[in-house]
C-alpha cells in the first residue's frame, strides 16, 4: 500500500488542476457578466449589512504571529464575538477572489481531511455561488461529530471592490444542525502600486467573520477563530509575494544609478554623507557592544551555582549597560529558576523583569528561543528549586495520608467510631480517585505497568513519585494519556476534594466536641494532623494557582485574567507564601465555623 501511495505523490498534479480551474473562475470573475437572483442577493446583503454595523473603532487591535496581517477582534458582552484579518496581496483582484471562493480545491481537502474531516459534499449552483456540507470528527471525548453547511457567494460592488460572503444555512436537503459559523465575508479592494518592475497590480483583502457557538462566545474561541484567519490570509501572502522580484529589480536600478554617477558632489552633500559615515560608526559602534553585554549576561547565567548570592534588580538600557549590571542581570535568571515550574514561565519573568533584556527580543527573533533553551539546561542542572517545590508538596501530601491513617486508629481506641470510620471512607475515596487516574493513565499499556502503578497508590507514595517524574524532566510515554504535571496536578486536586477539605471538618468538629465536654481534653495529634491538612490543602491550592498565572501562553492568550502575580522574583515568593497562608487560614476559619454549628445543632 505504501508503494501505491508513493506512485500517487510522484504522479499527482494537484498544483496543475486546481491553478487551471482557478483561472478559469478569474476569467469569470473579470468578465462581470453573472445575473442573480434575489435569494442569492439577499445573503450578501444580510451578511454584509450585520457585520458592517459593528464601527471600526470598536475593533481591538492584538498581535499577530505575521506582522503584515493585522488582526483585529470585537467582543462585547460574551454575546457578540467578530475576528477580523487584513493584509494587501501582490496579485490583482479576480486572481484573490478566486484563490478565495475555491474552497474546495484540493489542496484545502487535504487540510481537511488532516484536522479531522470525515465527509464532504459540493453542491454548485452557478459560477458565483454553492453550498458545501462538511462532516467534522474532533476527536474530543462525548463530542459526536460536527456537520456545516454553507452557502457561498461571490458578488461584485463596485468597479474596484468584490465581496466573497458565506453564511450557515439548513435546507430540507441538509438536515442538520446549525453551524458553528454563522457568517462571514471577505472585502477584496483593489489598486495598483508603482515598482521598478513596473506598475503591480495589489488587492487589500479584509475577512471579517462571527462565530456562532449557540450561547455565549469566550474570548479565546473568539481569538481562535482569528488566527485560522491570519493564517490563512498568511498563506495567501507568501504565495502572491513578489517582493524578492520587487527589490531585485529595486536593487539593480541602485547599482546602475551608482555605477553611472559621475557628477561631482556639492558641499551640502558632502556634509550629509559625512554625518552618514558619523551615524554608521555611531551604530556599529553600538551594536558591538549590545552584543558584547548580551554574551555577558549569558556567561553570568551559566556560571550561576546554588548558594549565590541572589542578583538585584537593575533598568539599565542596553545601550549605556556596563558589565558589572550585565552580571547582575545574568545572574537573575538562577532565582527566576528557582520560583518557577518550567523554563519559559522563567524566563518570561526574566525578561519582563529588565529592560534591557527586553529590548533583546524585541530586535532578535531568536533570542527568546535560545534563552527558553538555557534555562531548560540549567533547570536540568540545577534544579534545586523546582525539586525543594514538588518534594515539599509531596511530603506534605504523605505527612497528611499518615496522620489520617493513624488518627483513624486513635478514633477507633477511643471509642469515636463514627469518625473514625468516616475519615477511613474519606482516605478511601482518596485512593480510589487515585487508582481511577492511573487507569485512565496507564490502560492503553502494559498490565504489569498498571498494576505497578497502583501498588505506588496503596503505599501512599504517588505524590512523591510523580514529584521526582516531574523534577527529572520526564516525557510523556506513548501510553500515557496526560503529561507526568498534569498527572501530578490531577492527584493533588483527588487529595483536596476527597481527603484534606473534608478531613479538615470532620477533625475539627470531633475535637470542638472533645474540648467541650467537662473533662476533655485537646488531643496534640489531632491538632496535628488538622494543620498538616491545612497546609496541604494551601500549598496545593497556591501551587495550581500560581503555576496557571505565571504560564507565558495563558498570560498572552488571556491577558485580562492571568498577570496578578508580579513579575519580580522576591515578589513572587512573597506572594507564593502569602497565598498558601491564605488557603490554609481560610479553610480553617470555614472548618472550625462548621464545626461550632454542627455541635450546636447538626441540622
Not at 534588580?313 to 528557582?338: H, P, T
Request: charged share 25%; proline share 4%; hydrophobic share 40%.
Amino acid at each position: 500500500m505504501s508503494m501505491v501511495g508513493e506512485m500517487r505523490e510522484l504522479f499527482q498534479r494537484d498544483e496543475a488542476i486546481d491553478g487551471a480551474k482557478r483561472s478559469e473562475l478569474a476569467d469569470i470573475i473579470r468578465a462581470k457578466n453573472e445575473i442573480y437572483a434575489d435569494a442569492e442577493n439577499a445573503v450578501v446583503d444580510s451578511v454584509r449589512n450585520q457585520l458592517n454595523s459593528i464601527p471600526d473603532s470598536s475593533f481591538e487591535k492584538f498581535e499577530s504571529l505575521d506582522h503584515i496581517v493585522e488582526m483585529r477582534m470585537f467582543h462585547k458582552g460574551g454575546k457578540n464575538g467578530t475576528p477580523r484579518a487584513s493584509t494587501v496581496l501582490d496579485e490583482d483582484i479576480c486572481t484573490c477572489a478566486a484563490w478565495t471562493y475555491q474552497l474546495m480545491a484540493r489542496h484545502f481537502v487535504k487540510a481537511f481531511y488532516a484536522d479531522g474531516g470525515t465527509e464532504r459534499a459540493v453542491t454548485t449552483h452557478n459560477d458565483h455561488s454553492f453550498t458545501g456540507q462538511l462532516l467534522m470528527d474532533f476527536n474530543v471525548p462525548t463530542f459526536s461529530p460536527r456537520e456545516f453547511v454553507t452557502r457561498y457567494v461571490w458578488r461584485w460592488e463596485s468597479e474596484t471592490v468584490l465581496l466573497v460572503v458565506s453564511e450557515s444555512c439548513l435546507a430540507e436537503k441538509y438536515p442538520i444542525r446549525p453551524s458553528i459559523v454563522r457568517g462571514s465575508v471577505v472585502t477584496l479592494e483593489k489598486f495598483e502600486r508603482l515598482e521598478p518592475i513596473g506598475v503591480i497590480p495589489q488587492t487589500r483583502i479584509t475577512w471579517t467573520q462571527q462565530p456562532n457557538m449557540g450561547g455565549l462566545i469566550p474570548s479565546r474561541a473568539v481569538r481562535g477563530a482569528a488566527v485560522g484567519q491570519m493564517m490563512y490570509l498568511s498563506s495567501m501572502r507568501k504565495r502572491f509575494d513578489k517582493s524578492p522580484a520587487i527589490d531585485a529589480a529595486s536593487n539593480l536600478r541602485v547599482v546602475t544609478m551608482i555605477q553611472n554617477h559621475d557628477e561631482p558632489y556639492t558641499k551640502k552633500e558632502e556634509e550629509i554623507l559625512k554625518k552618514g559615515r558619523k551615524m554608521l560608526e555611531v551604530f556599529a559602534e553600538q551594536k558591538s557592544k549590545e552584543l558584547k553585554m548580551a554574551s555577558q549576561t549569558t556567561q553570568a547565567k551559566m556560571a550561576y551555582k546554588p548558594g549565590d548570592k541572589p542578583a538585584g534588580d537593575s533598568s539599565a538600557k542596553l545601550c549605556n549597560m556596563s558589565e558589572k549590571e550585565a552580571k547582575v542581570i545574568g545572574g537573575a535568571l538562577a532565582s527566576c529558576i528557582a520560583a518557577n515550574l518550567t523554563a519559559p514561565a522563567a524566563v518570561d519573568e526574566w525578561i519582563l523583569r529588565y529592560p534591557a533584556m527586553g529590548e533583546l527580543e524585541r530586535e532578535y527573533v531568536w533570542y527568546r528561543p535560545m534563552m527558553d533553551t538555557i534555562a531548560q539546561r540549567l533547570l536540568e542542572s540545577v534544579s534545586w528549586g523546582l525539586k525543594m517545590r514538588l518534594y515539599t508538596g509531596a511530603g506534605l501530601s504523605t505527612m497528611d495520608l499518615l496522620s489520617d491513617v493513624f488518627m483513624i486508629y486513635t478514633y477507633a481506641t477511643t471509642e469515636q467510631q463514627g469518625t473514625a470510620q468516616s475519615l477511613a471512607i474519606m482516605v478511601g475515596l482518596c485512593l480510589l480517585g487515585q487508582l481511577f487516574l492511573v487507569w485512565v493513565q496507564t490502560h492503553k499499556g502494559p498490565r504489569r505497568v498498571m498494576l505497578k502503578e497502583m501498588l505506588i497508590v496503596l503505599s501512599g507514595m504517588k505524590p512523591g513519585i510523580d514529584a521526582k517524574r516531574v523534577a527529572d524532566g520526564n516525557e510523556r510515554n506513548e501510553h500515557a494519556t496526560v503529561n507526568p504535571d498534569i498527572e501530578l496536578t490531577a492527584t493533588r486536586i483527588f487529595e483536596l476534594i476527597c481527603e484534606s477539605i473534608p478531613g479538615s471538618v470532620l477533625q475539627l468538629t470531633a475535637l470542638v466536641r472533645e474540648a467541650s465536654k467537662a473533662d476533655g481534653e485537646i488531643s496534640k495529634a489531632a491538632l496535628a494532623s488538622i494543620i498538616v491538612s491545612a497546609c496541604t490543602t494551601g500549598f496545593t491550592a497556591a501551587t495550581i494557582s500560581f503555576d496557571f498565572d505565571v504560564g507565558p501562553q495563558r498570560r498572552r492568550d488571556e491577558p485580562d485574567f492571568y498577570g496578578y502575580i508580579p513579575d519580580s522574583a522576591g515578589r513572587r515568593t512573597a506572594i507564593f507564601f502569602c497565598m498558601i497562608m491564605n488557603g490554609a487560614l481560610l479553610l480553617l476559619l470555614r472548618s472550625v465555623s462548621t464545626a461550632l454549628l454542627v455541635v450546636v445543632d447538626g441540622r
